[in-house]
């Protein structure tokens, strides 16, 4: 995978699998899937081999089968890429959480290139080649870069143990330790674990729906070494509750905020709608540059503060303010992206659906001393027009969307508003390619600049900078 682009031939037509679980053969890896897996073409027929990296010869065992593709394992590496390293993790192979960690990480960036390029291929009809795609940005140094961590409970052998879900399974895997997990979440949820099992604490058991604590949450401010620890529990009555705060006090003292959340639903959704404080303050302080914020217990905010003041620069700089500009941060959550434009906009105007967002994001202003901030609640494509109609139309806008991509009425309001500038961070490369071929009807694309927000795993940010055609 080379930084430059070069033009791939089309992939060969796919048909019909024919070919059955338990089957090997010899396969040559001639890319990375979106997921971080290997594909290689059987007969024509495409083949996802989970671990195998581009230029290596394999023979793999199938183990499923799809409408159009087969799944497969690594029976054998016959010829083993010169980028291929041992990953460090011991419950790398089990855990699932990270998808890359066997491939050296100045290749890693070259792929989350590839793959934006893939996804730009497949869903638009823009001549890629000629397309501004820059290298990615990468991180001097690429672990222990989480600042939150969420672990399911269980019990092993008598032992409360935590962790995530082994992929595509319900097999906790025990994470004592990681290796992209800032440090201080992994001692506070040990520590916690160990309390819990000291004091006889149930755990909740999802099969008999039985027990108490479902998962512990954790956070840390990089920048002022703040701990805030969230119980997730079935129910609000705790046994020992007080006996547990005092005794997380003594062990943690850099825990400065402890929370219970309820969540007694049979979901796949970590919080519940009940936040209950317990000791310390309610928030914990963090700081991007200039910037500080408020983390409450459901508070979104990015995982990799490191990373996250690259990727809003990237965002400033598409932007180009010269402190005249009126600028919309639609999908705009607390306003972190917003505040980071500020001071070299005229005005910023927000919106988000979720009214706990909304008022976050006017107390972050205010805090901040901004008076050329206005936030609202409700979507984009409600009121730009409104907006527009009352003589103030945006030169700039910025949206930061979900996995799922825009809304197309948001992006149909965009074309109709049209401002100037239009920039759009995304989270997947897919969902992205999709809306830019959308917008591209009035919109060019400047340049696409991926960031690597994730290290060690296949999720790839990307900033995109359009101009009005």
């Known amino acids: 995978m080379n930084q430059k682009f070069k033009s791939r031939k089309p992939a060969p037509q796919q048909s019909q699998v024919t070919m059955t679980v338990g089957q090997t053969f010899p396969l040559t890896i001639k890319r990375l899937g979106i997921n971080g897996e290997g594909v290689g073409y059987f007969k024509k027929q495409v083949v996802f081999v989970h671990g195998a990296l581009p230029g290596e ?49 100045t290749q890693q960036l070259d792929y989350k290139r590839d793959i934006v390029i893939q996804s730009l291929e497949r869903h638009t009809k823009l001549n890629v080649e000629k397309l501004e795609i820059r290298p990615t940005i990468g991180m001097d140094d690429p672990w222990y870069y989480r600042n939150k961590s969420q672990f399911q409970l269980g019990v092993q052998k008598g032992k409360i143990i935590a962790g995530l879900y082994s992929e595509n399974s319900h097999r906790l895997i025990n994470i004592n330790e990681c290796l992209v ?78 929370l219970q959340n309820v969540n007694g639903q049979k979901t796949s959704l970590i919080f519940g709608e009940e936040t209950v404080h317990l000791s310390g303050e309610q928030v914990i302080q963090e700081t991007l540059g200039d910037i500080s914020f408020e983390l409450s217990a459901r508070a979104f905010f990015q995982l990799n503060p490191v990373q996250t003041v690259k990727l809003y620069d990237e965002v400033k700089k598409a932007a180009e303010l010269t402190g005249k500009e009126k600028v919309v941060d639609a999908y705009c959550g607390v306003g972190t992206i917003g505040l980071w434009l500020a001071d070299g906009a005229g005005e910023v105007r927000g919106m988000d659906v979720i009214p706990e967002s909304i008022e976050d994001a006017k107390k972050n202003a205010a805090r901040h001393g901004y008076d050329n901030m206005q936030y609202v609640t409700g979507k984009a494509e409600k009121w730009l027009p409104k907006w527009v109609k009352e003589g103030w139309k945006p030169d700039t806008i910025v949206v930061d969307p979900p996995r799922t991509g825009c809304d197309e009425k948001f992006l149909q309001t965009v074309l109709e508003v049209e401002p100037k500038r239009f920039v759009y961070v995304s989270c997947h490369p897919s969902t992205l390619a999709k809306d830019i071929q959308y917008v591209s009807k009035k919109y060019k694309v400047e340049w696409i600049q991926p960031v690597d927000m994730f290290p060690q795993t296949s999720h790839v940010e990307t900033v995109v900078k359009f101009k009005l055609k």
């Open 57 to 105: 010869e394999v023979v793999a065992e199938v183990t499923n089968i799809k409408h159009k593709f087969a799944e497969a394992k690594i029976k054998k590496i016959r010829i083993k890429s010169t980028h291929r390293i041992t990953p460090p993790c011991h419950v790398y192979e089990q855990c699932g959480g990270c998808q890359l960690q066997h491939l050296e990480y």
């Open 181 to 258: 997990q800032h440090p201080s979440t992994i001692e506070v949820t040990n520590t916690i674990k160990q309390i819990l099992q000291d004091f006889n604490i149930s755990v909740y058991n999802e099969k008999n729906r039985q027990g108490i604590v479902r998962t512990i949450m954790t956070r840390v401010g990089f920048s002022t070494g703040e701990i805030q620890v969230v119980l997730i529990t079935a129910e609000e009555k705790l046994p020992r509750k007080q006996l547990i705060v005092n005794e997380i006090q003594k062990r943690l003292p850099k825990v400065k905020s402890i």
